[in-house]
C-alpha cells in the first residue's frame, strides 16, 4: 500500500456534536474558548481566529496600513500566498534570497532595506523558525508562521499569522487560520476587518472580510491543541530517525530547532527519485517548484535569488506527521538509501 505524504487522524465526534447542539455555528462558544486557550499557549494577550492563514497574513498586513507602493521585504520560497497578501493590500513585495535551511537570509534583508521599506515578512519555512536576533529593525515585522505553530522565537514581531490547513502541525479538518498579537489596537482591527469591518452590528467601519473561523473547526481545534506538545515531539522524534538512517548523500535539514511541519531534503536527480519512491509505494511532494516573484507582473531578476532558484529544483519533503509507523520509516528510508546506492538512476 501507498504510504501517503499525509495522513489525518481522526477527528473527535464528541466535540462536532457539541457545537450541533448549541448551534452556534459561526463565531460561537468553541471560537471564544480556543482563541483564550490558544493565545495563552503562545504566550500572547490576544489570538484572533480567522478563516484562513492567506486571510490571516491579509488582515494582519491591513492593520499596518503600508501606503500604495511601499515595500514590504519577504522571501521568494514559499507558498504564493505570502507574496499574493502583499499585492493585495498595496505594496510592493520585495525578495530577499535564502540561506541553507531554506529560511530568508536576514544579511540580505538588512541590505535591501531602504526608505521605501514599510515591512518585513518573514517565513518560518517547514517549521524551522528564521533567526532575526541580530536585525534591528524599526519598521514593523509581520511573522509568516503557517508553517510553524509551536515553534520558539528569538524576536518579537507586531503580528504573527497561522495556519490551521490540515497538514500544518495543528492542523483542523478544512481551512482555519490565526492572528497573534501583545497589541490590543491590532487585536481590536483584526477582529473589526474579519468580520465585515463591523465595529458593532450593521455599523462596518470600513470594508473587511467574512473571514470568521467557525465553531466546527474551532471545537476540533481545541481538542487537538490539547496533545500538541505530544503531537510535536512525534514530529521530532521522527525527523530524528530520518536525519540517523537516510543516506548522507542527501542535504538534511537541521535537528536542533523547529517543530518539523514538513521533513524536506536536498535531493539531486529529484524527479527521478520522485519516480523510485512512487514504484516504491511512497508519496512526496515538492514544496516549492517556482519561485512567488515569477508570480509578479514585474519581471524579478533571479540572478539576485540564487538559492532560492537552487531550493526549487532540489527541495523534496517527505512523509511527516503523526502516526507514521517504523516500518513505514524504515521503507522510506530503505527505499531513499537503495536509489541513492544505484547512483541516484534507477
Not at 462558544?29 to 494577550?45: I, R
Not at 538588512?110 to 536576533?133: D, I, Q, Y
Not at 516549492?288 to 535569488?305: A, F, G, I, Q, S
Request: with cysteine.
Amino acid at each position: 500500500m501507498m504510504i501517503p505524504f499525509f495522513r489525518p487522524t481522526k477527528p473527535d465526534l464528541n466535540a462536532l456534536e457539541e457545537v450541533i447542539k448549541r448551534g452556534d455555528y459561526v463565531s460561537g462558544k468553541d471560537v471564544d474558548l480556543f482563541e483564550k486557550e490558544v493565545a495563552d499557549y503562545l504566550g500572547v494577550k490576544y489570538a484572533v481566529a480567522v478563516n484562513s492563514g492567506t486571510d490571516a497574513l491579509v488582515i494582519a498586513l491591513e492593520c499596518i496600513h503600508p501606503p500604495k507602493g511601499s515595500e514590504i521585504i519577504t522571501t521568494p520560497f514559499t507558498f504564493w500566498a505570502t507574496t499574493e497578501a502583499i499585492l493585495r493590500v498595496g505594496a510592493k513585495p520585495v525578495f530577499a534570497d535564502i540561506t541553507d535551511d531554506f529560511n530568508i537570509d536576514v544579511e540580505q534583508v538588512k541590505e535591501l532595506m531602504g526608505g521605501n521599506t514599510w515591512a518585513v515578512l518573514p517565513v518560518h519555512l517547514f517549521g524551522k523558525p528564521a533567526s532575526f536576533a541580530t536585525l534591528s529593525i524599526g519598521d514593523f515585522v509581520v511573522d509568516d508562521c503557517c508553517q510553524a505553530f509551536g515553534a520558539k522565537f528569538d524576536y518579537d514581531a507586531e503580528l504573527r499569522c497561522y495556519s490551521f490547513f490540515p497538514t500544518k502541525t495543528l492542523g483542523g479538518y478544512g481551512d482555519g487560520g490565526l492572528i497573534a498579537t501583545n497589541n490590543k489596537h491590532y487585536a481590536e482591527d483584526c477582529k473589526w476587518r474579519r468580520n465585515h469591518g463591523f465595529v458593532s452590528k450593521h455599523y462596518p467601519l470600513f470594508p473587511g472580510y467574512n473571514s470568521r473561523l467557525d465553531s466546527i473547526q474551532a471545537a476540533f481545534l481545541r481538542k487537538k491543541l490539547r496533545t500538541i506538545n505530544k503531537d510535536i515531539q512525534e514530529r521530532k522524534d521522527i525527523a530524528a530517525f530520518y536525519d540517523f538512517n537516510l543516506t548522507s548523500k542527501i542535504g538534511k535539514p537541521d535537528l536542533k530547532e523547529g517543530v518539523f511541519n514538513y521533513y524536506t531534503i536536498r535531493a539531486k536527480n529529484r524527479r527521478t527519485l520522485i519516480n523510485h519512491l512512487i514504484f516504491s509505494g511512497i508519496e512526496t511532494k515538492i514544496f516549492y517548484p517556482r519561485l512567488t516573484c515569477d508570480n509578479v507582473h514585474t519581471p524579478w531578476d533571479l540572478e539576485k535569488v540564487p538559492n532560492a532558484v537552487k531550493a526549487t529544483q532540489e527541495a523534496l519533503s517527505l512523509p511527516m506527521y503523526p502516526g507514521l509507523s517504523m516500518q513505514e520509516l524504515y521503507q522510506i528510508c530503505d527505499a531513499v538509501n537503495y536509489f541513492y546506492e544505484k547512483g541516484g538512476k534507477k
